[in-house]
């Protein structure tokens, strides 16, 4: 049988807190340790967007003791515990199971290799720099101006998307300078006209921001859609740092969202 390499559970995360230091996240966010301690010895970690149940059932069924994922468990502060509450359930599971909980968050989106920039770059956006103060959106040039039905087509072939809503499209719109911000982005809009932006691709659009000025289009990919690709980054990084140490991508998905 295959010795199982256990480590703690703070060596682990520290290796996503090199890439994405803690104290870059946004004041009201809460990254970092959830439940447990990170003295804790892990026999390996799952990885995901959104701690959920089943991504916790999912990494007993593997033998895993510590989460890591994108958007923290515990988001705003909790007054009850109980069943009945999804959140309140989770925390119950962890807790019963021993299990580690940890999350980056708004750190790992304004990382250099984070959510933004990987959303970027597979878009193909080239000489990126930061929308505002925050660091949080990013904005950037396509090789080459083209329609902006073009660049809708591009994105659902290289996010494999099925849907993406967007503003009104003018006939004959041309991109060429991008704005993105993972996650509920629709807030940087002013941020991305600002910048020169003729687009900015990101989610959680509500329907009156929609309305968009002359010029300028808004695309909602979905939230889980421009986000989900950090996981990935966070296998890699865990991967090349401790080869040898169990690291599961989750294969549930945790998406909340359904399209029919």
Known sequence: MKEILKMKAGEIVSVLEDAAPLHTQEDWDNSGLCIGSLNNE????MLGLDCTLSLMEEAVA????????????????????????????????AVSHGLTVYAAHTNMDKA???VNALLAGKIGLEDTEFLD???IGLVG????????????DSLKSNLGLKYVRTSRIPEGSLVKRVAVCGGSGSSFAEAAIASGASMLVTGDVSYHQFFCPEGFIIADIGHYESEVGIV???????????????????ETNNNPVYYY
Do not use: W
């Not at 515990?74 to 999804?86: A, Q, S, T």
């Open 133 to 135: 103060e925050s660091h």
């Open 141 to 152: 040039n396509l090789k080459s101006e083209i329609p902006a039905m073009d660049f809708i």
């Open 42 to 45: 892990v026999s390996g970690a």
């Open 62 to 93: 593997k033998g895993v003791n510590l989460i890591i994922t994108h958007h923290p468990l515990i988001f705003r502060g909790l007054k009850n515990v109980y069943p009945e509450d999804p959140v309140g359930r989770a925390v119950m599971y």
């Open 112 to 114: 250099p290799a984070g």
């Open 232 to 250: 990935e980054l966070f296998g890699l990084l865990l991967r090349k740092k401790f080869p040898k140490f169990a690291v599961y991508n989750s």
